[in-house]
T-cell receptor, first 111, second 119 residues
Framework: GQQVMQIPQYQHVQEGEDFTTYCNSS?????IQWYKQRPGGHPVFLIQ?????EVKKQKRLTFQFGEAKKNSSLHITATQTTDVGTYFC???????????FGTGTKLQVIP | SAVISQKPSRDICQRGTSLTIQCQVD?????MFWYRQQPGQSLTLIAT?????????ESGFVIDKFPISRPNLTFSTLTVSNMSPEDSSIYLC????????????????FGSGTQLSVL
């Protein structure tokens, strides 16, 4: 079945440093979604990318969908303590395939 | 945005017992999803609950262990039956929101989750 892997598994950064998490799917995706889960919380939708090579920005967050639609990345510029949490990508292969969540990257920001 | 109420928020149960988790949505939705999130892990889909039909279970999950009800378009329950310590997880219900005309047409909204500990 479809597998979605994320690297790194954990990342500790000093506040103000940048952070990037990478998402790789074993199959071509129709779209990719990103979610953030704060400690003790539930996943919250951040964004969805649909087009090959698409780049979207939300303030300090930049999301990219690969040309082959099998990988994606999330980059956070100048991290803040409010960015702490686990970031999940979730890939949809289309049709009746359900969304498959990536393995997640846990971000810790040191003040 | 859909608002999902899930309860209980947490429970501690004895092995061999069953727990029913409830999920209420503030709008009518076609499909509701039940996920399991084991400690420190990602989300795994247990089943999809459609109103008026049996739930569709993912590989590794069976109806006898995780019976699901979907009596109407705003409510669903998941029962974790004959629990063992391996069932200790967070269980999340989720709904899909479609936004026609946008490319955010499959965003998932999650309930606050049920943290289950089995002793």
């Amino acid at each position: 079945g479809q597998q979605v892997m994320q690297i790194p598994q954990y990342q500790h950064v000093q506040e103000g440093e940048d952070f990037t998490t990478y998402c790789n799917s074993s199959t071509t995706l129709s779209n990719i979604q990103w979610y953030k889960q704060r400690p003790g919380g539930h996943p919250v939708f951040l964004i969805q990318l649909v087009k090959s090579g698409e780049v979207k920005k939300q303030k300090r967050l930049t999301f990219q969908f690969g040309e082959a639609k099998k990988n994606s990345s999330l980059h956070i510029t100048a991290t803040q303590t409010t960015d702490v949490g686990t970031y999940f990508c979730a890939g949809d292969s289309g049709g009746y395939q359900k969304v498959t969540f990536g393995t997640g990257t846990k971000l810790q920001v040191i003040p | 945005s859909a608002v999902i109420s899930q309860k209980p928020s947490r429970d501690i149960c004895q092995r061999g017992t069953s727990l029913t988790i409830q999920c209420q949505v503030d709008s009518q939705v076609t499909m509701m999803f039940w996920y399991r999130q084991q400690p420190g892990q990602s989300l795994t889909l247990i089943a999809t609950a459609n109103q008026g039909s049996e739930a569709t279970y993912e590989s590794g999950f069976v109806i006898d262990k995780f019976p699901i009800s979907r009596p109407n378009l705003t409510f669903s329950t998941l029962t974790v039956s004959n629990m063992s310590p391996e069932d200790s997880s967070i269980y999340l219900c989720s709904v899909e929101e479609f936004l026609p005309g946008t490319d955010e047409n499959e965003k998932l909204f999650f309930g606050s989750g049920t943290q289950l500990s089995v002793l």
